[in-house]
């Protein structure tokens, strides 16, 4: 009996104790939350206050921000080890510093910080079972499930639907591509005829198009660029095609406009190979119609690299391609898509390619890390490049090693070879390999992809009222 009695007796203090730590994380976790101030516009907006109440009571913030106070278990050994590899995980995957602030400014979150909140409340992913078996208040109800997945919908009504989407499909994580955007008459113009001209290459052999073919996807179908003197580039050429959605250029995101994308090649030595704008400017100078036309779209007959790349970057924005099928069935055309299309929509969403492939071209609102679920470049074999350093090229932190710019998917059926290494062919491998490195599930059936490429495939769109041309990937 005594030996019976010693062991309940250290089960009961062992209960009270985890209780006691229990407890105390419980107050510390409410303490130490995120707050709004009372200024705060999500106050006012009942929505936005409930989601705001679920984030803070799950604390999100101990694995998605930095410099938070965390609980005491975190400097204790073994727990500080799970612990920081959550954290480092968290901070990988997910950043919400934004969101918070969001909050408590009454900004509106980017679509892919929306998505992202979407993705793990559908999946039930967050929080993680271990940390709510310390933090039991942290659980989410499907009541506070629901006022997070209420908010992201309010918020993509609101600043993010496109014009003519139908109502069922406003808070829809995909917009349809707009008919057009405002754009300069005379500088779309003239930005026109310099895409298309060789006098900007070095050599007068190339110009923005011989990458940017318009009649193959917006790209070169090569595996990476191929530039002057029969020079092959490091990455593979991102297509010019719904460019203007982008919030930046480039795969590793270093020019912020269209503008400043457009100056990159023609100075690029494996590209375009010219040297100096001013003699690049000086050949544009000597057709009397180009100054005539400087001066309609300018106001100057000044020809400089500003005036050149804002024109080229005028007539980008007009390289958008509205009425895909996926765009007409968004807009209320039920017949627009099969059944197999649309499951291949729901997987899209159910298996989290919309946590990153969002908004109206499907990509290019944030950078991810290529390999988030596992080891691409380990897999993939070969030396890892600069080209493969990804963001971290620019920003030097490594917290943006390997990430990239989500690419856009419009028209992703023309745009074959795919990822920035141009490593693979078709459409279904490039499936496959993006569930197994870029999302937990990790496997699909062969079902599964086959729906989810025959979505993709809706994806091709129209460019000035023809349906757009090029060679699918097989």
Known sequence: MSVRKAIVSVAVLGIVAYGGVVGYLTHFDHETAPTLDTH??????????????????????YCHARNVDLPFYF??????????????????HFRIEPVIEAFQTGAVPSEEQLARIEEVVRQNRMPPTLYLLMHWHAHLSQAQRDALLNWVAAERRAHYATPGVAARFAGEPVQPVPESVPVDAAKVALGQRLFFDKQLSGDGTLNCASCHALDHGGVDGRVTALG???????????????????????????AATLAEQAAGPVMNPL????????????????????????????????IDKDRMTTAIAEYEKTLITPDSRFD????????????????GYALFKSVGCSGCHTGVSLGGQAFEVMGLEGDYFAARGGAVTDADKGRYTVTGSPDDMARFKVPNLRNIALTAPYFHDGSVKTLEDAVRLMARYQTPDHTLSDHDVADIVAFLRTLTGAYQGQPLAG????
């Open 75 to 92: 400097h204790v050994p073994v727990a500080n080890q799970l612990m920081q590899r959550d954290l480092d995980q968290g901070l990988r």
């Open 471 to 474: 060679t699918e990937a097989p």
């Open 228 to 254: 002057i003197n029969g020079q092959h580039g490091p990455i593979n050429v991102p297509t010019v095609y719904d460019a203007v959605f982008n919030k930046s250029q480039f795969w590793n995101g270093r």
């Open 271 to 302: 590209e375009m190979g010219s040297h100096d704008w001013t003699l690049v400017a000086d050949k544009v100078k000597q057709d009397p119609s180009y100054v005539s036309a400087f001066h309609d779209a300018f106001g100057s007959d000044d």
């Open 40 to 61: 705060s516009p999500t106050l006012a907006d009942p929505v936005a206050s409930a989601a705001f109440a679920a984030i803070r009571e799950a604390r999100c913030d």
């Open 328 to 343: 007409r069935y968004l807009k209320g055309d039920e017949q627009a898509l099969n059944a197999q299309e649309k499951n």
